[in-house]
């Protein structure tokens, strides 16, 4: 696909024009203390905020997290999954959620802030202070799921079977010396997202 398809995508959220902004990432790497304010908790309320929106659009809905043993985390929503476009090809193209910045948010001195008071970035702050990060996309059009490291993509989008589900699921391990989350003051969120914190 060429650059010149891509640029005629509207953007909404993010830049379709490219699927990774290098720069951007290695920004974030170089300053976690700004773009995650206390740590995992910081993180997980960032993929939330995804959750939030989609509940909002869509008159409700749920989100799980869970805090694993080995110290990653996973949240899980029941939302319409990632917005995925065919290129001219046909072959499907991925809304750039996690490798690109938020134009929402990541450069707004005036960004919302999330509830633990601190701004909202973006799900590409997440990516880019995980060591790993899988991304699992189930959507009506097709599913699949694609592997991060750093915030850089070290896989295509591998194709799921469908399970008859929609939404997103986002595993990811944070980097060495972010503080460990402890799963409070993940749940305050208005009442059309509803979050269960699992171990």
């Given at each position: 696909?060429?650059?010149?398809?891509?640029?005629?995508?509207?953007?909404?959220?993010?830049?379709?024009?490219?699927?990774?902004?290098?720069?951007?990432?290695?920004?974030?790497?170089?300053?976690?203390?700004?773009?995650?304010?206390?740590?995992?908790?910081?993180?997980?309320?960032?993929?939330?905020?995804?959750?939030?929106?989609?509940?909002?659009?869509?008159?409700?809905?749920?989100?799980?997290?869970?805090?694993?043993?080995?110290?990653?985390?996973?949240?899980?929503?029941?939302?319409?999954?990632?917005d995925t476009r065919l290129d001219a090809a046909g072959r499907p193209v991925k809304k750039p959620v996690m490798a690109t910045k938020d134009l929402r948010f990541f450069d707004?001195?005036?960004?919302?802030?999330?509830?633990?008071?601190?701004?909202?970035?973006?799900?590409?702050?997440?990516?880019?202070?995980?060591?790993?990060?899988?991304?699992?996309n189930r959507r009506a059009a097709g599913s699949w799921t694609q592997r991060y490291e750093h915030g850089i993509p070290v896989t295509d989008l591998d194709p799921l079977l469908?399970?008859?589900?929609?939404?997103?699921?986002?595993?990811?391990?944070?980097?060495?010396?972010?503080?460990?989350?402890?799963?409070?003051?993940?749940?305050?969120?208005?009442?059309?997202?509803?979050?269960?914190?699992?171990?």
């Amino acid at each position: 696909m060429t650059d010149a398809v891509r640029a005629t995508w509207r953007n909404t959220t993010h830049d379709w024009a490219a699927e990774v902004d290098h720069a951007h990432l290695a920004a974030v790497r170089r300053a976690p203390e700004t773009y995650a304010p206390g740590g995992v908790r910081h993180l997980i309320l960032e993929v939330l905020a995804y959750a939030a929106d989609e509940a909002e659009c869509t008159g409700g809905g749920r989100a799980v997290v869970t805090l694993h043993p080995d110290g990653s985390v996973s949240v899980t929503d029941d939302g319409r999954g990632t917005d995925t476009r065919l290129d001219a090809a046909g072959r499907p193209v991925k809304k750039p959620v996690m490798a690109t910045k938020d134009l929402r948010f990541f450069d707004e001195p005036d960004a919302p802030a999330l509830p633990d008071g601190h701004p909202r970035r973006g799900m590409s702050v997440v990516a880019a202070l995980s060591d790993r990060l899988t991304h699992t996309n189930r959507r009506a059009a097709g599913s699949w799921t694609q592997r991060y490291e750093h915030g850089i993509p070290v896989t295509d989008l591998d194709p799921l079977l469908d399970d008859g589900t929609t939404g997103t699921r986002v595993h990811f391990h944070p980097a060495p010396g972010l503080a460990a989350a402890t799963g409070t003051g993940l749940t305050a969120w208005p009442d059309h997202l509803t979050v269960t914190v699992e171990r």
